[in-house]
């Protein structure tokens, strides 16, 4: 499994290290039994979040998390996340900035294995942030 980083995002909001990062992707890739693969994790402002959530969704907004399959072998997809949506998630919903931006990482991980929101997909993705602690 490869997690390559990139951060996008100028802002000086803090975040998840590196190793937390790829720990949680292979957490949950090796529940899924999705060894092997790789996943891009990029940070991005609101700015290119809500271009990108535009052009790709239809939604003139940001969003916190979007994933994107890429189909190719071995390669998994994107997930990008927006740190000042997760910063004003974990404000609102009573989280850590580390357990928004755990949260939205798992979210987007299980997109990119083809879950959609839904009962199965949520419960998965509580059932992961526990064992990663970041619930």
Not at 22 to 40: C, F, I, P, R
Not at 67 to 89: P, T
Request: charged share 30%.
């Amino acid at each position: 499994m490869v997690v390559m980083l990139k951060n996008l995002d100028p802002s000086k909001i803090k975040g998840l290290t590196e190793k937390e990062i790829t720990h949680a992707v292979d957490a949950v890739l090796s529940k899924e039994k999705k060894k092997g693969w790789t996943v891009e994790v990029t940070f991005v402002c609101d700015r290119r979040m809500k271009g990108l959530n535009n052009r790709y969704r239809g939604k003139d907004k940001t969003t916190d998390v979007l994933s994107f399959s890429m189909g190719e072998e071995g390669i998994l997809g994107d997930v990008l996340i927006s740190r000042k949506q997760a910063s004003q998630n974990a404000v609102k919903y009573g989280y850590t900035l580390k357990q928004e931006l755990f949260r939205l990482l798992v979210h987007g991980v299980l997109h990119l294995l083809g879950y959609d929101h839904g009962r199965q997909m949520f419960a998965k993705q509580e059932k992961y942030l526990e064992s990663l602690g970041g619930n």
